[in-house]
């Protein structure tokens, strides 16, 4: 095992791009070294360069680690991949996740679609904050630093989109997740938070583009706006950092409004 490092370590999922991407720079920014995780490919590979390279440039050190987090049985490497490298982790950011393979008719949804997005969206993230947990609780709390795990679910965690109720179900599954180990971690000190963006500008939202600059115009969020990976990600530094010290289970909505009730 890696001597301790005097930064903090955070691994990302799903880490090449969009929400993963932006939260990775920041946590760099922020002065942590970073395990970078996404899928296996040459996009893949490509994109993960560039953010380490970004990274690099804000001081951070980086692993790569392309794996498909629906793989449980990989989730211990992708924690030895901080471990080994650093001797830490101090953050686990779970962010990757997949939509819908058609949007449509909720009776005309798949097995194939409602079970990707299980297996992704929130079998995953359970078990990835399992094997996270177990990490850290075995090295402890160093050099003061708050030790946290981020999941990233989304306003459909409670906003329902019939046209994709399988997402909608595998990330209000997600958000119970974030409670269960909420409540088991609380004492130990390790903070466990859930961030629900809306709209975000990202590769997932491109195909709808039209769509949502329509919506949004029409007021959909009453900011009137796109959201962005950057904003996102403020919430996740704030969480990694610990400047949510009396909190249990936060889940903070970045989404310029748009699921507060109005009538």
């Not at 078990?127 to 160093?142: D, H, N, S, T």
């Not at 969020?221 to 950092?241: K, L, T």
Request: aromatic share 4%; glycine share 10%.
């Amino acid at each position: 095992m890696a001597t301790n490092a005097a930064k903090p370590v955070a691994m990302v999922t799903g880490a090449a791009r969009g929400i993963g991407r932006g939260c990775a720079l920041a946590l760099a920014q922020a002065g942590f070294h970073l395990a970078l995780c996404d899928r296996e490919g040459d996009e893949e590979r490509h994109l993960l360069e560039q953010v380490a390279a970004e990274a690099g440039v804000a001081g951070a050190e980086t692993v790569s680690v392309h794996a498909d987090v629906a793989g449980i049985e990989g989730h211990g490497q992708l924690i030895r991949a901080a471990v080994e490298r650093w001797g830490r982790l101090d953050c686990l950011v779970n962010n990757a996740g997949v939509g819908v393979l058609r949007r449509g008719d909720l009776l005309e949804v798949t097995p194939e679609s409602y079970d990707r997005c299980q297996a992704v969206n929130t079998r995953a993230v359970f078990f990835l904050c399992q094997a996270a947990a177990r990490a850290m609780l075995a090295q402890g709390e160093l050099n003061g630093r708050h030790r946290s795990i981020i999941n990233i679910t989304s306003s459909n965690a409670v906003a329902v989109s019939v046209s994709r109720g399988e997402y909608c179900v595998s990330k209000a599954a997600a958000s119970m997740v974030t409670r269960l180990f909420a409540l088991r971690l609380a004492e130990t000190g390790i903070g466990v938070y859930e961030i629900r963006p809306g709209v975000i500008e990202t590769s997932m939202t491109q195909p709808v583009r039209e769509q949502y600059d329509e919506r949004i115009a029409q007021g959909l969020a009453p900011m009137r706006r796109w959201g962005y990976p950057a904003d996102v990600a403020v919430a996740a530094v704030a969480m990694a950092e610990g400047r949510l010290p009396y909190t249990v289970g936060q889940a903070i909505s970045v989404d310029g409004g748009l699921i507060i009730p109005r009538f």
